[in-house]
């Protein structure tokens, strides 16, 4: 059974980081894009970015560029979401994503296979 699990979520304020991570179980991932959404109240999930595994691309949403840095370490089957200069806008639910193909939409949700159960970021001002 696949797993994916986040932690590193919490509670912060305007200007400081955080660092999530999301472990994969049940399958190797390490040739398969690995990447992150978020979920606000009231809004759809959005795409924030992968890291492929071909190439070792990466690909950011627009409001996240510069702030935020996707990296993964394919011995342990983890990817992670360096978030630096947070804003209050990114207070959402994160969710890891994995997929079982290896290229394509990265940017929808529909590409994605398996979910983890989401960690709550919050930023306040």
């Known amino acids: 059974q696949v797993q994916l699990v986040e932690s590193g979520g919490g509670l912060v304020q305007a200007g400081d980081s955080l660092r999530l991570s999301c472990a994969a179980s049940?399958?190797?991932?390490?040739?398969?894009?690995m990447g992150w959404f978020r979920q606000a109240p009231g809004k759809e999930r959005e795409f924030v970015a992968v890291?492929?595994?071909?190439?070792?691309?990466?690909f950011y949403a627009e409001f996240v560029k510069g702030r935020f840095t996707i990296s993964r370490d394919n011995g342990k089957n983890t990817v992670y979401l360096q978030m630096n200069s947070l804003k209050p806008e990114d207070t959402a639910v994160y969710y890891c994503?994995?997929?079982?193909?290896?290229?394509?939409?990265?940017?929808?949700?529909?590409?994605?296979?398996?979910w983890g159960q989401g960690t709550q970021v919050t930023v306040s001002s």
């Open positions: 994503a994995a997929s079982r193909g290896f290229s394509g939409n990265y940017y929808s949700a529909e590409f994605y296979d398996y």
């Open positions: 890291r492929t595994w071909s190439g070792e691309s990466t």
């Open positions: 049940g399958r190797t991932f390490s040739r398969n894009p």
